[in-house]
């Protein structure tokens, strides 16, 4: 997996390139955990190239939920492929956290929980 990392405003966009499993969600952890560590309250998740994820990608994205939450942030999925999406709809995560079609959707929904 490569995870590119860009700042707007005050929201962090991570774009996943490939797969997140069980060898490349502790890189996906590590980045989000010194982001927030950091200071960061909102992140977009664009998973416009993202092909996979698995139960260890799934775990760090809902930690990371929780601990946005906590610090009165956020975090929104955006650009879900199809076969990304069935897999966040199975367990229940698009229910869990705002979805958007595109990048300026995400944004906007969290610039509205700021």
């Not at 590119?4 to 955990?33: F, H, K, W, Y």
């Not at 959707?105 to 509205?112: V, Y």
Request: aromatic share 4%.
């Amino acid at each position: 997996m490569l995870l590119n990392q860009e700042l707007r405003d005050s929201c962090l966009i991570l774009r996943p390139t490939g797969r997140i499993d069980s060898m490349s969600a502790s890189q996906l952890a590590r980045v989000v955990s010194e982001q927030i560590e950091a200071g960061i309250k909102h992140i977009v998740l664009d998973c416009s190239d993202m092909e996979f994820i698995n139960s260890s990608g799934l775990r760090v994205v809902l930690l990371a939920g929780k601990r946005l939450k906590a610090v009165g942030g956020g975090l929104a999925l955006a650009c879900l492929r199809d076969m990304v999406r069935e897999i966040f709809e199975m367990i229940g995560f698009i229910a869990l956290f705002p979805t958007a079609v595109d990048l300026d959707d995400a944004l906007q929904q969290m610039e509205r929980t700021a």
